[in-house]
């Protein structure tokens, strides 16, 4: 009989919930795969395979695939980002709990990932900002983007394809994002940039870099804006 499943932490079951159930997908950074495991097991992807650039982290996705029983839909394996695999192998490509520039590192190194056939699910736990301006400018569309909650933090998750076409943002995109404020995790992700940016630009006050540091006022108070408009509105569920 299969051993119970896991309760998937929030961050990576917003990921999971992104897949496509008919395609093959890659955890580029699985660690300990619980992710793939997780939707192999839901039923939320045909196939899996668990990629991770250092053996140790694979060793335990190993013995947690043999715990859990997904080993006739896993496969792991040992790659450098994207590096060791080849266009057929996955359509729905997650990069998740690295940090955005090096999220778009990986995506640089693999430019059959520019297909329509091909999903991206990114979770940067840093510097999203350059992650977004990446995508941005090599013509990859966010479908959609959505603050989830987990462990105290506030993380974005981002549905990407590629579009070839220029995609045109404004002053708050690299900050905000698609994330809008018509959730209680929505309104949170913009309360958290905005006191970031503030943070950022008391110090450039104090460092008498006077125009640096009114230009992220003004973008924060945009922000806080966006965020306080839809507090007056009925707030939608995730
Ligand atoms: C913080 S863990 C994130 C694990 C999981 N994806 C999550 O979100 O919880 C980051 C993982 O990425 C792996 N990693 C770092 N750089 C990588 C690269 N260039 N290619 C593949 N894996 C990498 C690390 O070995 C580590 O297991």
Not at 92 to 104: H, T
Not at 154 to 170: F, N
């Amino acid at each position: 009989m299969d051993r119970p499943l896991f309760q998937l932490a929030p961050r990576l079951r917003c990921c999971a919930l992104m897949l496509r159930p008919d395609r093959r997908m890659a955890d580029i950074g699985t660690d300990h795969a619980y992710l793939p495991i997780w939707a192999i097991r839901q039923g939320m992807t045909s196939y899996a395979i668990a990629s991770d650039i250092n053996s140790g982290p694979l060793d335990a996705a190993r013995r947690n695939v043999l715990r859990y029983r997904t080993s006739e839909k896993m496969e792991i394996r040992l790659s450098d980002g994207l590096q060791a695999f080849s266009p057929d192998d996955a359509d729905d490509i997650v990069v998740a709990g690295m940090g955005g520039e090096l999220i778009a590192k990986i995506l640089a190194g693999a430019p059959w990932l520019k297909s329509p056939e091909k999903r991206l699910i990114l979770q940067p736990m840093t510097r999203a900002g350059e992650l977004r301006n990446f995508l941005a400018q090599e013509g990859y569309l966010v479908i959609k983007e959505t603050a989830v909650e987990d462990g105290g933090r506030i993380y974005a998750v981002m549905l990407v394809c590629y579009d070839g076409a220029p995609v045109s943002t404004d002053k708050l995109y690299p900050y905000i994002g698609k994330v809008t404020a018509e959730t209680p995790q929505g309104r949170r992700y913009l309360q958290s940039c905005c006191a970031m940016l503030q943070k950022r630009a008391e110090g450039m006050h104090l460092e008498g870099q006077e125009p640096e540091a009114l230009k992220l006022f003004s973008i924060a108070e945009e922000i806080q804006h966006l965020a306080a408009v839809q507090e007056d509105t009925p707030l939608k569920s995730v």
